[in-house]
DNA sequence: GATCATGTTCGGGATTGCCGAACATAGCAG
DNA sequence: CTGCTATGTTCGGCAATCCCGAACATGATC
């Protein structure tokens, strides 16, 4: 996992989020449940990509990681065998103030939708 | 045209309009460039279609408005051949408060990069 | 009517998204 | 060190979506 394949992880500098990036990035049910997931651990709290139990396939759930990281809405952080995952909160905030507080209520309505009762 | 094929123009309830969707709608250069530019003509303003002049082809022309009506973002009305298209600014106010006020500079930004010099 | 102006719809070619299956790596047990 | 497990990524395919030009539909105007 975590493929160290001589490339590192790619994290857009805070200066180059794209707005249409991240509202995409925004725009699906499972990434925004993700994100009301990570919100909800304390500060800077990181997460597993198996913490999540997303109703997509292994690979699916990859991909929507993927797509939040190249958005730039999660950093990821690989830690052994896990990758962990944590909301660029202060990034978006500075950038895009208000579109969080925003969002995350929407994906706790998701995650909420699924039977979720997590923090 | 604007082709009275039968049915009508189908527009969402305000309480209908889903995070998801909008978000999605809101994604595009080009739709996001629609948006400020409705957001420019004064309150309840409306625009034909064609009056954008738009950097794509009249049908994709056509499906973007398309996207933004069946959102919820904008409403339209016919008006003899014309569309008139007008920003539904209240009832995305009301449901999520702030992102049009984060996404109308955006489009405003967008309108710029394309040497647009309109309100 | 004939013609023009404004949009929509249709058909296909390219792009993107989702999945299962196979692969890669770290950690642990024996 | 040799498996074995746990955690993710990558690959190949099929299906859905996007963009375009061409054809069509409708209202206004001569």
């Known amino acids: 996992m975590a493929s160290r394949t001589a490339t590192e992880l790619i994290h857009p500098d805070p200066d180059d989020l794209r707005?249409?990036?991240?509202?995409?990035?925004?725009?699906?049910?499972?990434?925004?449940?993700?994100?009301a997931r990570l919100a909800g651990v304390e500060p800077d709290g990181e997460l597993a990509c198996t913490t999540f139990a997303l109703p997509v396939s292994?690979?699916?759930q990859s991909g929507h990681f993927k797509v939040l990281r190249e958005a730039g809405v999660i950093r990821q952080r690989d830690e052994g065998t896990r990758r962990l995952n944590r909301l660029r909160r202060d990034d978006l905030d500075a950038r895009f103030p208000g579109l969080l507080d925003l969002a995350i209520p929407q994906g706790r309505d998701v995650l909420a939708s699924w039977g979720d009762r997590s923090p």
Request: proline share 5%; net charge positive.
């Open 19 to 35: 707005f249409t990036t991240v509202l995409a990035a925004l725009s699906d049910p499972v990434r925004l449940a993700i994100v």
């Open 58 to 60: 292994k690979s699916t």
